[in-house]
């Protein structure tokens, strides 16, 4: 090089330029370009700086005109060869589109629910400001004791967190006016209620202040829900009247469609319509606890801070009011975002189920790789002819990650569509967890999720294979082409990938065993009373129509004789609550036993009350254990008298006899006493074990309804009608709804863990199935590649046993090492399971081992089915065919 | 030859820059540099092709078929060993060819319509 020909820095710069484009352009006209670039600037140095300026100019205009053109052109040549691949291999990219699909599919569709559910604002504006407020008194075993309308006045004067304070109950109003009477379960609010939590009418307006005064005139709030499916939409419906119970409503607005939260109400009014609310003695009866209570937050103060400032008014309360906070139980105050109440029940199942989802694509993923590694050993000609004409190793790695993308972005596709399959059941799914169902949808964001999962997917099991081919090339070129050779280290990454592939099925399977276990024990436990043939239905009286005891009194016996005189009824009764009733807040009050004083600091005792008539236990079939069962002697102006629970009598009585013996649940004040024991029931959910109850007699609790139910000789559902119209017989008016055996009810609340555990096996079997596919392709892939050693083994006498023990064995090493990464990390992964299972733990030891043989089972036979055309090599053609 | 003769129209019209590249070639095969020059001198430096536009040509005209890059080399006392030449192909003269008639055309258009004087006999 002459002297003029130098090197400069300028030269230098743009080499670095040259970066910018593609690899394949850089190779090809790289340094012609250097060289083009360096007569140029030579030519221009001669015209001084502005020569120098304008050539810079140029060059980088140019450079950045034409880098972009040059990549889009070879991502198209890339995409375009890709997609003639793809056409050309259909088994191969259909098997690949449509696993992908079912991986990117199960995830974007768990992912649309936790979208739906968990990371969208909620649909209240003032959602992160507002708080629900609880009174607990966790040494009595309360967890939500509500609040007495005076305590709510005193957190308004004494907390220093909250800007307002508003309260909540529900009750169940009688309709009428829209065809026969019907029961609508309604939000008792203060008038600011819907202020509070930041909701606009779609029509009309709110509440006003003052509605909610004694004496405001009767106003109504309708649910939008009960605006479109009971009123029609109607668009004139603002200032229309109804009547609810004995007085007229008018209706001044309708809400948005908001969450069933804290109930599914129909219809929403303020305080002043509900008459046990405008009741005087609630000005004044500190132990008149019926509300829930939420609250706004002042600007600036945390949840922390919240949380202190209640504590702190709960204690001051418990101190100047010691006999409405008895000191042994604990009362306190807490607080909670409004986010975390309406999730709380769905977070545990719905991270479960995209943890199993993603794994389910990791190993979709590994499998992939698997099969394009496969194919990729069939392709190594192709690739390594392409390589001689030109290629580079980066061209032929980009080819390779640019098919894997499309054949990812198509699985996206496809993917989309089995989510949109999967959305209808999986909000019903969900909404056995959360009220915030309604946002579930395949938005933006879900699509954003979807596109990066396949693009993702695609660079993950596209970059095995392609890193493979990178540094494989080299070597399969120095052996000549036309021979595809097996590259060891490739041979490896296969072997990983199924030990892998082995491992996730492993964990997964743990995660289907221990839900099915869970299943299986929920389904057997032993419940405590009878589901078969008993019909329940909810009958709750319009507490206008029957606010005095005698009505109530007349009305209970008569459906009752009418009812138990029917035709193969065996038995009949009322109760509140009933087992496993999901719409029942249990009453649960303190104990306290005759002659038993509480020792000092002792956890007080506490007790479910239930209300039942005289034919429950018979009806449900409820064991007498001890004593008698109610009869019709215990009536209103007979000896209080209370039946216990077997658990109640044992913590209680452990080496006494409690008949006789005398309880009270208001501290004192009144004591009842125990004329009968009987056998636990799970009341509460059979994955809960019995609490201690205690049962009083309906003749002497005479409260506003309950569930009718019915014991018949046959299927209980083809007496509904006869028992709906013996109800109707008493009374015309009377709605009777959720007409349910308790069969139903029973299989009703079994069907969310049997939904999780479906869900988690269907993962898991899918994984399995993946898995299975994945050992069986190795090894028959490893069985064809090593043909001639097979010849050469059995021509120095090893026989077809021998061999077919030597291929199932080398197969089952993965599978054995798959199982022990499994074993491994399965109790870390399935660790937040725990709070879904149920008389199993997470690291069951059988459930390990049955898994563990299960996979070896079926391992063993994918193995098998290759190794048996190893085993029927014959060794002369295989020597010749070196 | 009975192969199909190929369109040229999907290539038309042609950029001033791709029209004065093929047309530097119309006469002799050149190397990069030499068609870059020889673009500024027969547009009096209006057309300037930076190393970037002209590469990118390159590439795109050889995968296009309008130039193919000489195999044989110049001899070695003339060869400078760091230059790759091109010269125009059948294609890319038809190309040019098509693009000069359709330019003709619009010459002849603007005549008709009044704006450039008709082209006086000499």
């Known amino acids: 090089m002459g002297e003029g020909k130098k090197e400069t820095r300028q030269d230098r710069m743009f080499r670095s330029l040259l970066r910018l484009f593609p690899f394949e352009f850089r190779s090809d006209y790289g340094r012609d370009m250097e060289h083009t670039f360096a007569d140029q600037r030579r030519e221009a140095e001669r015209e001084g700086t502005p020569g120098i300026l304008r050539l810079w100019w140029e060059t980088i205009a140019g450079i950045f005109r034409t880098a972009p053109r040059e990549h889009w052109e070879m991502l198209r040549q890339d995409a375009g060869f890709a997609v003639r691949m793809m056409r050309k291999n259909p088994g191969f990219t259909l098997v690949v589109v449509l696993t992908l699909a079912l991986g990117i599919g199960a995830n974007t569709a768990i992912f649309s629910v936790i979208n739906g559910v968990m990371l969208r604002p909620l649909p209240y504006a003032n959602g992160p400001r507002v708080v629900r407020l609880r009174q607990m008194a966790p040494l009595a075993g309360i967890q939500s004791a509500g609040f007495s309308p005076v305590e709510l006045n005193d957190y308004r004067q004494m907390s220093s967190t909250f800007s307002e304070i508003v309260e909540y109950h529900s009750m169940s109003f009688t309709f009428f006016g829209q065809g026969d009477p019907q029961r609508v379960v309604t939000g008792v609010v203060s008038a600011n209620f819907f202020q509070v939590l930041g909701v606009k009418p779609v ?34 419906i603002i200032g229309k009247t109804f009547q609810m119970n004995d007085r007229v ?29 405008s009741a005087p003695r609630m000005d004044t009866d500190r132990d008149a606890r019926m509300l829930a209570a939420f609250a706004k937050l002042k600007p600036g103060v945390t949840y922390e801070q919240a949380q202190a400032d209640a504590g702190r008014v709960a204690a001051q309360l418990a101190a100047e009011y010691p006999a409405s906070y008895p000191p042994g139980q604990g009362f306190t105050a807490t607080v909670a975002p409004l986010a975390r109440e309406l999730t709380e029940g769905a977070r545990p199942t719905l991270l479960v189920l995209l943890g199993a989802s993603g794994l389910v694509l990791l190993l979709t993923c590994a499998n992939v790789a698997n099969l394009t590694l496969s194919r990729q050993l069939r392709r190594e000609h192709e690739l390594a002819v392409r390589a001689t ?33 999967c959305m209808t059941p999986l909000v019903a799914f969900a909404a056995r967890f959360t009220p915030l169902t309604g946002d579930i949808r395949i938005d933006g964001i879900v699509l954003g999720f979807a596109l990066g999962v396949s693009i993702l997917t695609g660079l993950l099991f596209g970059s095995v294979p392609a890193l493979g081919t990178r540094r494989g090339l080299a070597k399969t070129l120095n052996q000549g082409v036309g021979r595809a050779t097996e590259v060891a280290g490739r041979h490896r990454v296969r072997n990983v990938l199924v030990t892998a592939q082995v491992a996730i099925s492993f964990v997964l399977l743990i995660g289907a065993g221990l839900m099915l276990r869970t299943l299986v024990k929920l389904q057997t436990v032993d419940t405590g009373y009878r589901t078969e043939n008993v019909l329940s239905s909810l009958v709750s009286l319009n507490f206008t129509k029957y606010a005095e005891s005698p009505a109530r009194l007349a009305f209970f016996q008569r459906t009752l004789e009418l009812i138990s005189h029917k035709p193969g009824v065996i ?14 807040n249990p009453w649960v009050g303190s104990l306290s036993v005759e002659g038993h004083p509480l020792p000092k600091g002792a956890p007080y005792p506490h007790a479910n009350l239930h209300v039942v008539s005289e ?21 209103e102006d007979a000896q209080e008298v209370v039946i216990i629970s077997e658990s109640l009598a044992k913590r209680h009585w452990p080496n006494g006899d409690p008949i006789g013996q005398r309880v009270s649940t208001n501290d004192g004040k009144q004591w009842n006493t125990v004329v009968g024991v009987v056998g636990d029931v799970r009341q509460y959910g059979l994955n809960r074990p019995p609490v201690d109850t205690l049962y009083a007699p309906l003749l002497q609790n005479l409260h506003m309804g309950g569930v009718l139910l019915v014991h018949t000789t046959s299927d209980p559902r083809q007496m509904a009608h006869t028992i709906v119209a013996a109800v109707h017989e008493v009374d015309p008016q009377q709605p009777v709804v959720r007409v349910r055996t308790l069969d139903d009810v029973h299989d009703e609340w079994l069907a969310s863990p049997r939904l999780t555990a479906t869900l988690v096996g269907l993962f898991a079997s899918l994984a399995l199935i993946i898995t299975l596919a994945g050992i069986s392709g190795v090894t028959a892939l490893a069985v064809s590649q090593r043909t001639h050693e097979i010849g050469i083994r059995m021509a120095l006498g090893a026989t077809r046993g021998r061999v077919l023990r030597m291929v199932v064995g080398e197969g089952l090493v993965l599978v054995t090492l798959g199982l022990i990464f499994g074993a491994g990390s399965a109790p870390i992964v399935t660790r937040p399971m725990a709070d879904l299972l149920f008389g199993v733990k997470a690291t069951d030891p059988a459930t ?13 036979t994918a193995c098998f089915i290759p190794s048996r055309r190893a085993a029927s090599v014959d060794p002369l053609r295989a020597l010749r065919s070196e | 030859m009975s192969a199909k003769k190929r369109e040229t129209t999907p290539y038309l019209p042609l950029t001033s820059a791709e029209f004065h590249f093929l047309l530097s070639l119309a006469d002799g095969d050149k190397h990069a540099y030499a068609i870059m020059k020889d673009v500024s001198r027969l547009t009096e430096g209006a057309v300037r092709l930076s190393a970037g536009t002209l590469y990118g040509l390159v590439r795109r005209f050889v995968s296009e078929g309008m130039i193919v890059e000489k195999m044989e080399r110049p001899a070695a006392a003339l060869d400078d060993e760091r230059r790759r030449y091109y010269r125009l192909s059948e294609f890319g003269r038809e190309v040019a060819i098509a693009e000069a008639g359709r330019l003709a055309n619009l010459v002849s258009l603007a005549r008709a319509k009044r704006l450039l004087a008709r082209t006086r006999p000499a």
């Not at chain 1, 069933?260 to 609310?277: A, E, K, V």
């Open chain 1, 249 to 277: 409503h008018t209706v001044v607005g309708v809400l948005p469609p908001l969450p069933g939260y804290p109930d599914t109400n129909l219809i929403y009014m303020p305080i002043s319509s509900c008459p046990f609310r």
């Open chain 1, 848 to 860: 390990y081992v049955a898994v563990a043989l299960v996979v070896l089972g079926v391992a063993a």
């Open chain 1, 389 to 421: 004409l030109g290629a580079s190793p980066g061209r032929v790695f980009r080819q390779l990650i640019t098919e894997s993308t499309l054949l990812a972005a198509a699985g996206g596709a496809f993917g989309l569509l089995v989510a949109g399959a």
């Open chain 1, 571 to 584: 038995s009949a009764a009322f109760a509140s609550p009933f087992p496993l009733d999901n719409q029942a």
């Open chain 1, 203 to 236: 029509m009309g307006r709110l509440f006003l202040p003052g509605e909610d005064q004694r004496g405001a005139e009767p106003v109504l709030l309708l649910t939008y829900s009960y605006w479109k499916n009971v009123m029609g939409s109607d668009p004139k």
């Open chain 1, 615 to 635: 034919d429950y236990f018979q009806t449900l079939g409820i064991p007498l254990v001890r004593g008698r069962l109610f009869n019709a002697g215990d009536k």
